[in-house]
């Protein structure tokens, strides 16, 4: 069975409209996008990854605008997850602690035209600028796509699969080598989504970890 899954209905739909205005209306958030798995002492001459990002934490209550809205994201992902692991039960199976969870640690990411992550790449690294995310224990990623664009979406290299961006369709793929992707970039359109990780273990057990270090 393929392990790229892709989900979309209206539900999806319209939290990929709530996160372009809240994007859109949030300019205070808005902070350069990030890769980093990028080699900092690379001699190309173009960043891995040029975007302008808002991060969002599913369990900070400071900003009760964007807590709502990463709330939303996550339940929708986390049912897409259960589809995804019902297709796919030796996932689960295969995992520590046979569970998987939805980090409540993401990003909303706008491109605009000529902008993308161009190089190719994976969702797993063991970068300790991510501890916080606990990039070690990532199996799977997912990005919501917020609006539509022909030009855009996602290549994955090894499956020799393109990705199109449709406005509320949620992918979710292994975040190993086995499915190293990379932005599709389009020269006309600006590209909105939402993207984060799905790691081994319990939301609760992270949290914990989480409030301990």
């Not at 539509?148 to 292994?174: M, N």
Request: glycine share 6%.
């Amino acid at each position: 069975m393929d392990l790229i899954a892709s989900y979309r209905n209206s539900g999806f739909e319209a939290v990929a409209d709530g996160a372009i205005s809240f994007f859109d209306r949030r300019i205070d958030l808005h902070r350069k996008g990030i890769a980093f798995s990028s080699n900092p002492n690379s001699i190309e001459d173009q960043p891995a990854k040029v975007s302008t990002d808002i991060s969002l934490v599913g369990i900070d209550r400071s900003d009760p605008e964007a807590f709502a809205l990463s709330n939303v994201i996550i339940k929708g992902v986390t049912a897409a997850l259960n589809k995804y692991l019902q297709d796919r039960p030796l996932i689960k199976e295969c995992v520590p602690e046979k569970s998987l969870f939805v980090i409540p640690i993401f990003n909303i990411q706008r491109y605009e035209p000529g902008e993308g992550f161009k190089r190719w790449h994976c969702d797993w690294t063991f970068n300790e600028e991510e501890d916080a995310t606990e990039p070690l224990k990532r199996v799977l990623a997912w990005i919501l796509y917020c609006n539509d664009i022909d030009s855009a979406g996602t290549e994955f290299y090894w499956q020799k699969h393109h990705e199109s961006a449709d406005r509320g369709k949620l992918i979710i793929f292994p975040a190993s080598p086995s499915h190293i992707h990379r932005g599709r970039v389009s020269y006309k359109n600006t590209k909105t989504i939402v993207t984060g990780w799905i790691n081994a273990g319990t939301k609760e057990s992270y949290i914990s970890h989480l409030a301990s270090s």
